[in-house]
Structures are given as structure tokens and as C-alpha cells.
């Protein structure tokens, strides 16, 4: 098995060697891990300009940092040949000290990937399979696939009304899982999972096996956070990030909230993982800004609930998401709706193979959202004849082939 070490996703290769490094994958063990951000450049007809069009299909926030995170970012510039390690742990101390936390439970990562990553590395094996939701977020399947470990796809329940984590069955799918992984809100759905039932699932996963809670858009929703699980010492890794409601997801910026002695077993993996100093900063900033997850959260949601409510008067189901993202039920294969969509430069997101006439939108700014319903009104009524064009059938390509033949690798 190749180590997880030796994995180059996410350590700053170029984007051309990163196509070749995948081109060149022939077995599961080398395939490196793909993230939202290189899922979403793949789910692309054409390697789209992002100064171009609207992009609405990698779970981005337009609003970008704060004022606040824009202006510590300035302050730090000078200082940006020192390492000055302390400031992990001081942004680290700061967050513990908002939640209530000991500091030495959070650590801080650049992004919320990497200790994404590390936890499938640490606690799942051949013999020790990964538990996910289906439809789910990815990259812990690609991290799995990449340690040899199983991975067991349990679909949401109620997939047509609350499309949420079937947390029974996932507890109940293996007698020995390294890692029960349950995104809360969920991408792509952004559904919930009630506090019921993660207690369910920390009460009853089997001992040993590690809760990984990945609460990246836990601030757009009203879902009750699962910080006093870690709190109360169990077997429970939270993940956080500022790539969502904070707006910093070019920055890279997140935390692992956990036992230390989970921390470390996890963190060992990967090397150096300070996150720049930029980031720390705005991040920083940004903690100690107490107005702007719920201004922000009210703004996001409005435009949120205005898209949903507008969908649902044409004839549309969605998922009924508390995020920044939705899944929408367009009636007809998803990809021909995804490329139709790319004609007129609106980029909405990808779909999942479970279910394939659905597509994932992210919420974006009023007037993309604007766009994008212009947009989807004129695909939707016109005829899907003349959609059968070379690149629609570069959606039914692997994953692979299509970033490396983009790029020319
Ligand atoms: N977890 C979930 C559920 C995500 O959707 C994403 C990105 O979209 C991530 C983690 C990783 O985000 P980042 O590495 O930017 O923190």
C-alpha cells in the first residue's frame, strides 16, 4: 500500500503535476484525494475562468473575508518571513476559549481537508471500514480508497422529504468500523442530523471506532454543534473550517477538535500543517468579529430561502437545506442540465451517481442566484436536442480522465 505520506493532494504541487500524478494513477492505492475544490474544477464542461460567469458549484462564499479578516491579513503582510508557530496556538486558544473548550482539544489545520484526511488515514484500515452517508461528501472516500480501506455507503433516509443521515443504519452497517463519518449539515444535501441522533450515535458506535463529525457548515443552520461530545472526552473528532460562512476558503483555514491523544495520533500525519499566517490572522479576526456568522447565516439564508421558494413555484423539488447548498431535482440526467447550464456560463455543481437526475447548487450571491434562475428557466423549457455535444459526453468520463486530459497531461 502506498503511505498516506507520500500522497501529494493539497501539498503544493502544481496543478499540472497534480493531473499527471492522477493521469498516471492505475490502482487504487496511488489515486491521490480529491476535495470539493478539485471535484467541482472536474465537474467543469471546460476548465471554466473563475473571473468568468457565475460559479455556483463548489460550496464557496462570494462574500469573501470580513473587513475585519481583510484588514488583520494587511496588518500581518510585513511579517510574513517569520513561521511564528504561536499563532496557531493562539488562534487555537482563542476559538477554546469562545466554545468553552481546553485549548489543548483544538489544533488548527490549514482547511479542514487535511485533518479530514489524516482521521480516515489514523483510524480506518483494510479491517476497519469507513461508514458514510450516500449522497455524501467525497473526499473521506477518496481518503479511504487511498489507505485500502472498505468503505460502506449508507443512503439517507427519506430521500424524497428530510434526506437525512440514516444514523441507525450507519451505526448498525459494520461490527467494526475505524470511522462513522456524518457531515452536519450535510454536502451536498444540506440536511441535518438532530441531536437525537448523534447522541444515538456516540452512545452506540462500537468502542474504538471514531465519530468524525464534520460541522463545515454547521454556522449556516440551526443544528445543534457537537463540541460537548469532545468536551465530555469521547470518541468523537469535530471538524471545522473558515472556507464556508467565513468566506476564507483560498486562505485555508480550519480546526480539529478532539481528546489530545486522538489529536495526536491523527496529526501525525502530513508534517508541517501550520496554516500561512494570513489565515490565522483573518481567522482570528474573524472569531472575535460576534456579528458576522449571524449576519451572515440571515443573508446567506434569505437568498437561500428566496431560491428554494422560487424553485418550488416552477415545479422543482430540493432538498430541504439549512446550508449553503441544495440538491435540485431536475426531472432529466443531471449532466445534460450541468451543461446546458455551462453553455451560458452559469457553473452549477456536480451530481452523485445515486442519484443522477439531481444536481447540487450552491447559494450564492442574490444576483448570481438571479442569473442562475434566468438561466435554469431557459434550459428547462428548451429542448434538450442539440445538449448530446462532445463535451456532455466528458461528464461520463472517470474522474481522472477527465483532469488530466483538460490539462493536457
Ligand atoms: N468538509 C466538507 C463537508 C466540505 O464540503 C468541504 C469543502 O467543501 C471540506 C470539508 C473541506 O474544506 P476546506 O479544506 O476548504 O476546509
Known amino acids: 500500500m502506498r503511505s498516506p505520506l507520500d500522497l501529494p493532494a493539497g501539498k503544493g504541487i502544481s496543478r499540472r503535476s497534480f493531473f499527471r500524478f492522477a493521469a498516471g494513477a492505475s490502482t487504487l492505492a496511488t489515486l491521490p484525494i480529491l476535495t470539493e475544490a478539485h471535484l467541482a474544477w472536474a465537474g467543469q464542461i471546460e476548465f471554466a475562468d473563475s473571473n468568468k460567469g457565475i460559479h455556483i458549484d463548489a460550496n464557496e462564499n462570494p462574500l469573501g473575508p470580513s473587513e475585519a479578516a481583510r484588514k488583520a491579513i494587511m496588518d500581518i503582510i510585513p511579517s510574513g518571513g517569520r513561521y ?80 437525512t443521515h440514516d444514523v441507525k443504519a450507519m451505526v448498525a452497517a459494520s461490527t467494526n468500523p475505524g470511522v462513522i463519518y456524518i457531515c452536519n449539515p450535510n454536502n451536498p444535501t444540506g440536511t441535518t442530523t438532530n441531536r437525537a441522533d448523534i447522541e444515538f450515535a456516540v452512545a452506540n458506535a462500537p468502542k474504538g471506532t471514531i465519530l468524525l463529525i464534520d460541522e463545515a457548515y454547521i454556522h449556516l443552520s440551526d443544528v445543534t454543534p457537537s463540541l460537548d461530545f469532545v468536551k465530555q472526552g469521547k470518541d468523537v473528532i469535530v471538524l471545522r473550517t473558515f472556507s464556508k460562512l467565513y468566506g476564507m476558503a483560498g486562505l485555508r483555514m480550519g480546526f480539529a477538535i478532539a481528546r489530545p491523544d486522538l489529536l495526536k495520533k491523527m496529526g501525525s500525519f502530513g508534517g508541517f500543517n501550520a496554516p500561512p499566517i494570513t489565515a490565522l490572522a483573518a481567522a482570528k479576526a474573524s472569531l472575535l468579529d460576534k456579528d458576522l456568522v449571524p449576519n451572515r447565516k440571515k443573508h446567506i439564508g434569505e437568498i437561500r430561502n428566496e431560491t428554494l421558494a422560487w424553485l418550488t413555484s416552477v415545479g422543482y423539488a430540493t432538498t430541504p437545506s439549512e446550508s449553503n447548498c441544495f440538491m435540485l431535482d431536475v426531472k432529466r440526467p443531471g449532466k445534460e442540465v450541468i451543461a446546458a447550464m455551462a453553455a451560458k456560463e452559469v457553473h452549477i455543481g456536480r451530481i452523485w451517481p445515486v442519484w443522477p437526475t439531481q444536481v447540487r447548487i450552491t447559494v450564492g450571491a442574490k444576483d448570481e442566484m438571479l442569473a442562475f434562475r434566468k438561466a435554469f428557466q431557459e434550459v428547462m423549457s428548451g429542448s434538450t436536442a442539440g445538449l448530446a455535444n462532445p463535451t456532455l459526453a466528458r461528464l461520463d468520463e472517470p474522474v481522472f480522465t477527465q483532469l488530466s486530459s483538460r490539462v493536457g497531461a
Open 84 to 163: 511564528k508557530l504561536d499563532l496557531s496556538r493562539d488562534v487555537a486558544a482563542t476559538f477554546a476559549g469562545i466554545e468553552g473548550l481546553n485549548p489543548e482539544f483544538v489544533m488548527a489545520f490549514p482547511g479542514s481537508s487535511a485533518p479530514l484526511h489524516f482521521t480516515v488515514f489514523a483510524f480506518t484500515d483494510a479491517h476497519r471500514p469507513l461508514v458514510i452517508a450516500d449522497p455524501g461528501y467525497e473526499a473521506p472516500i477518496w481518503a479511504a480508497q487511498a489507505a485500502g480501506s472498505p468503505v460502506i455507503k449508507v443512503p439517507l433516509a427519506d430521500p424524497r422529504g428530510a434526506a
